[in-house]
């Protein structure tokens, strides 16, 4: 099949028209696949109400990124030149773990990363793409292969591949491959990214690297686009086969398959304090529960923020930037209570459905789940990247696993960003399209040296 690119926007495609185009190759891929995910149910409730408090802050660009001391300790452990190809392996505590400690298991704690540039630099630009990982891409191998060697070849990239919390080395003895346990886990590992990005981007800055650019395929994508939104400079961002939150992915595309629901249900009904705390406390822009259900200045969500910091420092912080994070908020006057217009409810339409599969799944626990991956998911909880010009994401228009309709467009969501939709499904766009994820990040960081540097 020919490669056609429309870079304009997504094609205007009717609900019922793009369920019945999603990959079938998706479905099929899906069942050959064993893992399930989130086998011990939701996670403990004292540590989502904490990560909860995080997430209101994450979601303020200034007050977030005081949050990482600039000069974080990375550990560079191993290096060797290969040519003029020079391969460093490093570590580093990940901030998350004295940001909001006890939340993180001991083995995910320390972050590991390998890096790829040129022993010699041509010219005065330094450029550096940070690579995230999708689902199941454990170690560095597949992305430094696919990926991280062919943009230092053909475009003289460096790239930094780091290991995701739960995966690789960082993966809890008792996990079964990359099946998580808890949906709490993914929240988690979603944050802790953000965070380790930033100091990866901070000792790039010190060793005198740069531009920058964020990258990941899937849920790769995914975490990219959420560490974009923290950083408080102009950088590129290519999410691949990405969209603007996970709450469709496991309440309406293939991996919904993957969820143990049995589970869910049961520690849901269970134990009230999902219900009764937690729910209530979260924000869906999809759903439009929570702070997008009422008249929310941006008074009443500094307060909020402000009041979430106060309990994560009581709660045996141990950063010294909680402080400066407060002061910084009581500074920050461009924040909007954004008020969003989904094209329909997304979840009436899952439950009108009669041909999913899904239909005899308790409709609260779907709305739950729906409504816990918009709060710590949704790009609409976060910050505007500060360029959304440096922003290219592409897309496959019969993605079964992200399903795009009924869902706010990146576009709308981050006026001036740019989205290319590729023919076909999420599985063989990620094998025959990975030419063009490179050729959009060398497209993307040559537009930050025409219009930044």
Same mark, same amino acid.
């Given at each position: 099949m020919k490669l056609g690119l429309r870079s304009a926007g997504y094609p205007s495609i009717r609900c019922h028209e793009y369920s019945a185009g999603m990959s079938v190759f998706d479905s099929l891929f899906r069942n050959l696949i064993l893992t399930s995910q989130f086998v011990k149910g939701w996670g403990q409730p004292s540590h989502l109400k904490r990560l909860l408090d995080l997430r209101k802050v994450l979601s303020v660009r200034d007050a977030a990124y005081t949050l990482v001391d600039k000069n974080h300790q990375v550990d560079i452990l191993h290096e060797k030149v290969e040519g003029n190809v020079r391969v460093l392996e490093g570590e580093f505590h990940s901030p998350w773990d004295k940001i909001i400690p006890g939340v993180m298991p001991s083995?995910?704690?320390?972050? %590991?990363?390998q890096m790829i540039i040129p022993n010699r630099w041509q010219g005065p630009s330094r450029p550096v793409c940070i690579h995230h990982g999708g689902t199941g891409d454990h170690g560095y191998l597949i992305r430094r292969r696919l990926m991280a060697e062919p943009l230092l070849n053909d475009h003289g990239i460096g790239s930094i591949i780091i290991e995701s919390p739960f995966y690789g080395s960082r993966k809890p003895k008792?996990?079964? @491959?990359?099946? =998580?346990?808890?949906v709490s886990d993914l929240i988690v590992m979603g944050g802790a990214l953000m965070f380790e990005t930033v100091v990866l981007l901070h000792w790039c800055e010190e060793e005198g690297w740069g531009p920058?650019? =964020?990258? #990941? $395929?899937? *849920? #790769? #994508?995914? *975490?990219?686009? =959420? !560490? !974009?939104? $923290?950083?408080?400079?102009? $950088? #590129?961002l290519v999410p691949c086969l990405a969209g603007v939150t996970a709450s469709p992915v496991y309440t309406r595309g293939i991996l919904t398959k993957a969820v143990r629901w049995d589970v869910l249900k049961n520690s &849901? &009904?269970?134990d009230k304090e999902y219900e009764h705390? $937690? @729910?209530k406390k979260l924000d869906s822009p999809e759903k439009r529960?929570? %702070?997008?259900?009422?008249?929310y200045s941006i008074q009443d969500y500094h307060s909020d923020v402000e009041r979430a910091l106060q309990r994560i420092r009581e709660a045996g912080s141990q950063v010294d930037g909680i402080g400066t994070a407060i002061r910084q908020l009581r500074t920050v006057n461009d924040w909007k209570a954004k008020s969003f217009s989904p094209t329909s409810n997304n979840l009436s339409l899952l439950k009108n459905d009669k041909s999913q599969q899904l239909k005899s799944l308790d409709a609260e626990i779907m709305?739950? *789940?729906?409504e816990m991956m918009d709060e710590f998911t949704h790009l609409g909880n976060y910050s505007v990247?500060?360029?959304t010009s440096m922003i290219l994401s592409v897309v496959a228009e019969e993605d079964a696993y992200v399903p795009r309709d009924n869902v706010i467009r990146l576009q709308d969501l981050w006026p001036g960003s740019k989205v290319k939709v590729i023919p076909g499904g999420h599985v063989l766009s990620i094998v025959n399209n990975r030419q063009l994820f490179r050729d959009c990040i060398a497209e993307c960081l040559a537009k930050f040296n025409t219009e930044i540097v």
């Open positions: 083995v995910v704690k320390k972050s %590991r990363f008792d996990q079964f @491959r990359s099946s =998580l346990q808890n920058f650019c =964020l990258t #990941g $395929i899937s *849920m #790769g #994508g995914f *975490m990219s686009s =959420l !560490a !974009a939104t $923290i950083w408080p400079k102009p $950088i #590129g &849901y &009904y269970e705390e $937690i @729910r529960t929570g %702070r997008f259900s009422k008249d709305d739950f *789940m729906f990247p500060v360029d």
